[in-house]
């Protein structure tokens, strides 16, 4: 049995799907299990539990009789003093015996110097901004030699899935304010996230054990860009309406991002070019391109249309 934490976000949604349509039995958790839905074909498949981070007796159950296992977690940075959530779902993996795990981190969020298919190197967490600490942390739950599990961790780079932020808006007009609209970003479709997850946690043997990939899609593009794609495959016409950096730093403030946070967020977009290379590595796994921003809006142009379809 593989559990897929995170089973209704964008990566777990497609994991799950990819692993029941490749026959393997998969255990969906969410903290909403009446809610969740999944792909025509493949819900018959699936057996949907109930876990939250917080409950860990929740956890127990989700876990029992998993021997691979998916983690996530949305718990925002600093919204503690660690990733509690990651490591409730670490110990809940060792608690039940787990020997092959699969971690969702984050690009420039963990290990220092690890090539894009290559192995984890040494802690980038020490010194570095709160954000690659907190995932640091995170990815050292996970990664101990205590744990005695074949782990592999992702680290991929801005997903494309972003774009439905702009969703509401484009729904409404054809001005969509985005903020850091010139920034640019070799964003990933979270499909290709969960095809590697889907690699490694099938794989047989120690393949992808130990090793940490950085991932990206086939190409660096701005919002702007994307926009224009977007624009593109709904027939429609669309421009951004730019949102000034300031703006976008008291939107965070309000919103109840810690100082720090904003900081670091502020600092990694206006001053850090980390995100923006094309990285070899979907294409060396999965042995075909990373899926392109055009075909990941053909898939969900149905998200911007006036029903939200």
Same mark, same amino acid.
């Given at each position: 049995?593989?559990? !897929?934490?995170?089973?209704?976000?964008?990566?777990?949604? +497609? /994991?799950?799907?990819?692993?029941?349509?490749?026959?393997? &039995?998969?255990?969906?958790?969410?903290?909403? &299990?009446?809610?969740?839905?999944?792909?025509?074909?493949?819900?018959?498949?699936?057996?949907?539990?109930?876990?939250?981070?917080?409950?860990?007796?929740?956890?127990?159950?989700? #876990?029992?009789?998993?021997?691979?296992? #998916?983690?996530? %977690?949305?718990?925002?940075?600093?919204?503690?003093?660690?990733?509690?959530?990651?490591?409730?779902?670490?110990?809940?993996?060792?608690?039940?015996?787990?020997?092959?795990?699969?971690?969702?981190?984050?690009?420039?969020?963990?290990?220092?110097?690890?090539?894009?298919?290559?192995?984890?190197?040494?802690?980038?967490?020490?010194? *570095?901004?709160?954000?690659?600490?907190?995932?640091?942390?995170? +990815?050292?739950?996970?990664? %101990?030699?205590?744990?005695? $599990?074949?782990?592999?961790?992702?680290?991929?780079?801005?997903?494309?899935?972003?774009?439905?932020?702009?969703? &509401?808006?484009?729904?409404?007009?054809?001005?969509? &304010?985005?903020? #850091?609209?010139?920034?640019?970003?070799?964003?990933?479709?979270?499909?290709?996230?969960?095809?590697?997850?889907?690699?490694?946690?099938?794989?047989?043997?120690? @393949?992808?054990?130990?090793?940490?990939?950085?991932?990206?899609?086939?190409?660096?593009?701005?919002?702007?860009? @994307?926009?224009?794609?977007?624009?593109?495959?709904?027939?429609?016409?669309?421009?951004?309406? @730019?949102?000034? *950096? +300031?703006?976008?730093?008291?939107?965070?403030?309000?919103?109840?991002?810690?100082?720090?946070? !904003? @900081?670091?967020?502020?600092?990694?977009?206006?001053?850090?070019?980390?995100?923006? +290379?094309?990285?070899?590595?979907?294409?060396?796994? /999965?042995?075909?391109?990373?899926?392109? #921003?055009?075909? $990941?809006?053909?898939?969900?142009?149905? *998200?911007?249309?006036?029903?939200?379809?």
């Amino acid at each position: 049995m593989i559990l !897929v934490t995170g089973a209704t976000g964008h990566v777990g949604g +497609e /994991l799950v799907r990819q692993l029941a349509e490749a026959g393997q &039995p998969v255990r969906a958790m969410t903290r909403r &299990p009446a809610q969740a839905r999944f792909s025509t074909g493949v819900e018959g498949r699936v057996e949907t539990v109930y876990g939250d981070a917080n409950d860990p007796a929740s956890l127990d159950q989700a #876990f029992a009789g998993v021997r691979g296992a #998916f983690l996530m %977690s949305s718990q925002a940075v600093g919204s503690a003093p660690g990733p509690t959530h990651d490591t409730a779902l670490a110990e809940a993996a060792a608690r039940a015996g787990v020997e092959r795990l699969v971690k969702l981190s984050v690009l420039n969020g963990g290990a220092a110097g690890a090539a894009g298919a290559g192995r984890a190197g040494g802690d980038a967490g020490d010194g *570095a901004d709160v954000i690659a600490r907190w995932h640091a942390t995170a +990815e050292r739950a996970v990664t %101990s030699p205590a744990k005695g $599990w074949a782990w592999t961790l992702l680290r991929p780079g801005r997903f494309m899935s972003n774009a439905l932020q702009w969703a &509401p808006a484009i729904r409404g007009a054809d001005e969509v &304010p985005i903020p #850091f609209a010139d920034r640019p970003a070799a964003s990933i479709d979270p499909a290709d996230i969960a095809a590697v997850a889907c690699a490694a946690l099938t794989a047989r043997g120690d @393949e992808h054990a130990g090793a940490a990939y950085e991932l990206s899609g086939p190409r660096s593009l701005t919002p702007t860009e @994307e926009l224009t794609i977007l624009a593109d495959v709904l027939s429609r016409p669309l421009r951004v309406r @730019e949102v000034p *950096a +300031e703006a976008t730093r008291t939107a965070m403030t309000r919103y109840g991002f810690p100082p720090e946070v !904003v @900081e670091a967020i502020m600092n990694r977009t206006l001053h850090d070019d980390r995100g923006t +290379e094309v990285l070899p590595t979907v294409q060396k796994l /999965l042995d075909r391109p990373a899926r392109t #921003f055009a075909q $990941w809006a053909r898939a969900h142009a149905g *998200a911007f249309s006036p029903s939200g379809a």
